[in-house]
């Protein structure tokens, strides 16, 4: 368990770093383009979701936008939110937001590193006897995906994964990004 820490303690530090490198030099190019250029820069993107069955209900809104440093680099913003209900179960409501860094070494393929915040408020039914919980949930994803001019496919891994507080049913997730 300690290596594991250890480990994911490394790979965080360098998926920081792989956000924040180039900061100073990204903003030096930043302050030359003029502010009417600053928009032909971004864009917006993000995603939704829903799924229902017996019972069960979970939707998802999750816009967001990134600026385009250059042909290989951009950095981002998102929201997101998320309402879950079992009838016989739970109620929870998943709200957060993340920065998100992309690096296409060639035009096909992206890699991203994303730091994401959750608020994660779970009410469960009394006849459970569990305790409701609120807490704030961190993941850190470092992805790998398939790249189109609008549309990323891959698979992304959480390095900070918690079994028992992770929203997500395990640290690997297939991700589609859409930009426009």
């Given amino acids: ?29 930043m302050q030359t383009q003029n ?7 971004v864009r917006f993107g993000g995603g939704i979701g829903m799924s229902f069955g017996d019972g069960f ?4 809104l999750a816009p967001s936008a990134i600026y385009d440093f250059n042909e290989k680099f951009a950095l981002g913003v998102a929201l997101s939110g998320t309402y879950t209900s079992d009838d016989d179960y739970y109620t929870a409501g998943i709200f ?11 035009r096909e393929i992206q890699l991203s590193a994303e730091f994401e ?7 469960f039914d009394n006849r459970l006897n ?9 993941a850190l994803h470092l992805g790998v ?14 390095v900070l994964y ?19």
């Avoid at 209900?57 to 998802?60: I, L, M, P, V």
């Avoid at 918690?162 to 997730?173: L, Q, T």
């Fill in 117 to 123: 915040e959750l608020n994660v408020s779970r009410n």
């Fill in 96 to 106: 957060g937001g993340s920065i998100i860094s992309v690096f296409n070494p060639i």
């Fill in 145 to 158: 995906g398939y790249s189109t001019p609008n549309v990323t496919f891959g698979m992304r891994y959480d």
């Fill in 1 to 29: 368990m300690i290596k594991a820490l250890k480990f994911s303690h490394f790979l965080s530090t360098i998926c920081f770093y792989f956000i924040f490198a180039n900061t100073s030099s990204l903003a030096q190019t």
């Fill in 130 to 138: 569990l305790e409701n919980e609120n807490y704030w949930y961190p």
């Fill in 35 to 41: 502010s009417d250029n600053f928009w032909s820069h």
């Fill in 162 to 180: 918690d079994d028992y507080k992770s929203i997500y049913a395990n640290p690997w997730a297939p991700f589609v990004r859409l930009y426009f």
């Fill in 57 to 60: 209900f979970s939707g998802t």
